[in-house]
């Protein structure tokens, strides 16, 4: 039994059974069985079951929006954009994937024709961040290919999943198509991945776990798709609007408490703008409302458990030692709200005076804290950027769009909002690059990597080639 805990208020708002190996077979053998119909359904009635959910997304978009909010303890205006979203992704698969086809290549003799086939069955593990976001993602597109799906949600936040797997059934999905399975990553998860009849693992999650999967995979020769960690750069350059940089880059970090991927972690400012830039920050920062979460006027809600808010209050003594100061924050707030008095809140924290290779600026601490780092040059202000093993995001700040186009090039990683901290188009890649993952999500990309090409070559000329 796992217990689910809303961590705004630590009340109780589950007990659910978790599944063992032999639960995580029987779902595998389920979806195996399942395959060979649903990939026999055309594109355009597996998009129009797609449609369907879409819409029940639409329907109880209020109705989930709130169980994520509770489950994570994140500010219900968040989840509510959260859960548009996916309803957004089943509509943009269902749009594409009627689409989606192969090539005629023609060839001496011959010709070459390319099939984008589904893989079987794919297994899908998935974070406690954005628990619904995520699962749709991978969700989307790899029922539209005609996959059929196991899915592993985190133990703490397994309640939307569950919710959209019933709504999976109710939009007509055939049954044994979606299998929601909820338990421990170390048995389910690592289940699946070494699973002989699970053909590819979407993963997304940490770069410790990112690493197990690679390495339970090898055995099967499985194909894997790995979202991992980041700490990603928000770098100022002195030309740029300051008080719209400084404005936006609370949200770029704090925003979900920090514990977002993109998390703009490390902000690196143009030294001659340096004391502007942090005054504004701060000023900025202070004006964050940490509280209840279904309060619409939060802006930071709770962090996910009692043990990760822990985690990341070691990292603020940590720069305390490493040399850092705290410009502000760095506490648990003294009074939320009578309701979320059991929370595990924490405010949003600005530590500046570290060394670009200090552990808190090299490490994915995935809460509430920021740094603020000068930097001298263009050159200096890549090569920071640069100094971590993630590559996942970035943003940066210019009104120089040679600087931008420039620097843009140079920073290692996946996605790099110039002039904005946020704007994620579901047509756009999304992945990382060095230890921030293999892959990308979104769309074309996930189409690709939800199918194999196989290639029919035939011979029709009668002359010998
Ligand atoms: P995690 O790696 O601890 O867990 C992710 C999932 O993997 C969970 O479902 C977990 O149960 C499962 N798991 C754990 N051990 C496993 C094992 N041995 N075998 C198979 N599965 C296992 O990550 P988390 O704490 O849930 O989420 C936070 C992390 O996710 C952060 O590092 C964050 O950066 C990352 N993340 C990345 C992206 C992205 O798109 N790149 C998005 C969101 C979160
Ligand atoms: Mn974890």
Redesign the pocket.
């Known amino acids: 039994m796992s217990t689910v805990v809303n961590p705004a208020t630590e009340e109780t708002l589950a007990e659910i059974e978790s599944a063992g190996v032999e639960e995580t077979d029987a779902a595998v053998a389920r979806a195996k069985a399942a395959f060979p119909a649903w990939r026999a359904v055309s594109p355009t009635d597996r998009a129009r079951l797609l449609r369907r959910l879409a819409t029940l997304v639409e329907e109880h978009h209020e109705e989930l929006s709130r169980i994520e909010s509770r489950n994570v303890g994140k500010p219900i205006g968040g989840a509510r954009g959260e859960v548009g979203m996916v309803a957004h992704v089943f509509h943009f698969y269902a749009g594409a994937v009627d689409k989606h086809h192969g090539e005629t290549i023609p060839v001496a003799g011959g010709v070459d024709l390319t099939f984008r086939e589904p893989l079987g069955v794919v297994g899908l593990?998935?974070?406690?961040?954005?628990p619904l976001n995520?699962a749709s993602w991978k969700l989307g597109p790899a029922l539209a290919c005609g996959n059929t799906v196991v899915l592993?949600?985190?133990?703490l936040t397994p309640l939307s999943t569950m919710r959209l797997g019933e709504l999976a059934l109710e939009a007509g999905i055939p049954e044994g198509v979606v299998n929601i399975v909820v338990g421990?990553?170390?048995v389910v998860?690592?289940r699946l991945?070494e699973h002989p009849d699970v053909a590819k693992i979407g993963f997304?999650?940490?770069?410790e776990?990112g690493q197990?999967?690679m390495r339970g995979a090898a055995g099967t020769i499985k194909r894997v798709t790995l979202?991992?960690?980041?700490k990603s750069a928000n770098v100022i350059f002195a030309d740029a609007d300051l008080e719209k940089a400084a404005a936006a880059a609370p949200y770029a970090v704090f925003d979900n408490a920090g514990q977002d991927?993109c998390a703009r972690s490390r902000v690196l400012v143009e030294r001659s703008a340096y004391d502007r830039f942090a005054e504004l920050f701060v000023a900025a920062t202070r004006k964050l409302k940490v509280g209840d979460p279904l309060d619409p006027a939060t802006d930071q809600g709770a962090l996910i458990s009692k043990g990760h808010l822990e985690k990341v209050q070691s990292y603020i003594r940590l720069a305390k030692e490493e040399g850092g100061h705290i410009l502000c924050g760095g506490n648990v707030p003294d009074s939320v709200c009578e309701r979320c008095r059991n929370g595990y809140f924490l405010q949003p924290t600005v530590i500046v005076d570290l060394d670009v290779n200090c552990r808190v600026n090299q490490e994915?601490i995935?809460g509430p804290v920021v740094t603020i780092t000068p930097f001298r040059t263009e050159e200096e202000a890549v090569c920071y950027a640069n100094a971590t093993p993630f590559g996942?995001s970035a943003s940066l700040w210019t009104n120089d769009l040679a600087r931008a186009h420039r620097v843009a090039e140079r920073i290692d990683c996946g996605t790099i909002w110039v002039n904005c901290w946020l704007l994620r188009d579901l047509r756009t890649p999304f992945g990382?690059m060095k230890n921030?993952?293999i892959g990308r999500e979104g769309g074309d990309e996930a189409l690709r990597f939800f199918t194999e090409p196989k290639t029919v070559c035939i011979k029709y000329s009668t002359e010998r080639t």
């Open positions: 593990i998935t974070p406690w961040n954005f995520i592993k949600p985190a133990e421990k990553g170390s998860g690592q991945i997304t999650g940490s770069t776990v197990q999967v979202e991992l960690g980041g991927c994915e995935f996942l990382g921030s993952g």
